[in-house]
């Protein structure tokens, strides 16, 4: 498997579908920081999965005017419907086709599985990785370190 | 590896001695079936451990999955401003599937608590700050979900059945 890209090296740019008919370039975020939180799947069965916790989380991540976005490999049908289920309010991509293209780039695809590692990157506003991490895929990463990464950006 | 960045402290709500070898915290929320699950596992956990574990709880309440969980960790705050929080925190787990005002008020009465300055605390808000800064601390310490365990410190990944837990606190005394 490709190396996770780590901190300096610049995010690769991608467009992806975050509703069924919208889409989402990385660049339009610049100015601002951006974490990508990449998960293997929707409907992990427990209560605080690794998404609903950051939608609870939403406001510390606000309070550094970061973006959020979570990125698998389910479809944007699949994650219209988990959005609405688990009350989400950030946007979900669909690394869905060609599948898992974005998760190769940034070196956080699992082939032997077809799904994206449990994987964090935090971006600055000017679009280069801070911080990145892979979770044990089975270990839901928490928040701690992206917001350890966000406050150690330059204010 | 995940630590406890809020170090145990006189305003939190403690159980058992401080001089005990082992800590156990419990980041948890009323509503959330897995904390209900856990609730008479660290029950035995006590048990077994005695007078070498205290075990510590705060709030993590998951207001978008769970809409009572702000609503009961405020209750058992309330409770435990007048010293009763291990009283309320049993009850509301024990009846987590009828969470709700009219139960809040009930339990405050059974615990000899006056049921008006429970509601006029819930209408105010007047303990959601101290919840928040339970949740805010659960997050910086990598917090995961509910129930998240520490032990010594140290976030416990995996399953908290009783054999786990114990296993685990087994192993922090080496």
Not at chain 2, 21 to 41: M, R, S
Request: glycine share 8%; proline share 6%; aromatic share 10%.
């Amino acid at each position: 498997m490709a190396e996770i890209l780590i901190p300096g090296t610049p995010a690769p740019e991608f467009t992806l579908h975050v509703t069924p008919d919208q889409s989402l370039s990385l660049s339009e975020l610049r100015g601002k920081p951006v974490i990508l939180a990449f998960y293997p799947a929707d409907w992990s069965p427990v209560c605080g999965d690794q998404m609903g916790l950051y939608n609870e989380i939403l406001p510390e991540f606000q309070k550094y005017r970061a973006e959020l976005l979570g990125i698998s490999v389910d479809g944007v049908w699949c994650h219209e419907a988990f959005a609405k289920d688990r009350h989400l309010h950030f946007p979900l991509l669909a690394d869905f086709e060609p599948k898992g293209a974005v998760a190769q780039m940034y070196g956080v695809y699992r082939k032997s599985d077809g799904v994206c590692e449990r994987a964090l990157f935090v971006i600055d506003k000017n679009g280069v990785i801070t911080w990145s991490y892979v979770s044990p895929i089975a270990v839901n990463p928490g928040a701690d370190g992206i917001l350890q990464a966000l406050e150690d950006l330059p204010k | 590896m995940s630590t406890l960045k809020v170090a145990v402290n006189p305003a939190d709500h403690i159980q058992g001695d401080e001089h005990a070898g082992f800590t156990l915290v419990e980041y948890g929320d009323y509503e959330c079936p897995h904390c209900g699950h856990a609730y008479p596992i660290v029950k035995l956990i006590q048990k077994h451990f005695g007078k070498r574990l205290r075990f510590v709880f705060r709030n993590f309440p998951l207001n978008e999955s769970h809409p009572h969980a702000e609503s009961a960790a405020e209750s058992a705050e309330f409770a435990g401003a007048h010293g009763k929080f291990w009283e309320m925190h049993d009850r509301l787990l024990e009846n987590q599937d009828r969470l709700s005002d009219d139960l809040y008020l009930e339990l405050a009465q059974e615990l000899q608590l006056a049921p008006a300055d429970l509601q006029r605390a819930l209408e105010e808000r007047k303990y959601r700050a101290r919840v928040r800064a339970d949740f805010t601390g659960g997050v910086r310490s990598g917090v995961n979900g509910t129930p998240t365990f520490f032990i010594n410190g140290q976030r416990h990944d995996g399953p908290f059945e009783y054999e786990d837990l114990e296993g685990a606190i087994e192993d922090a005394l080496v």
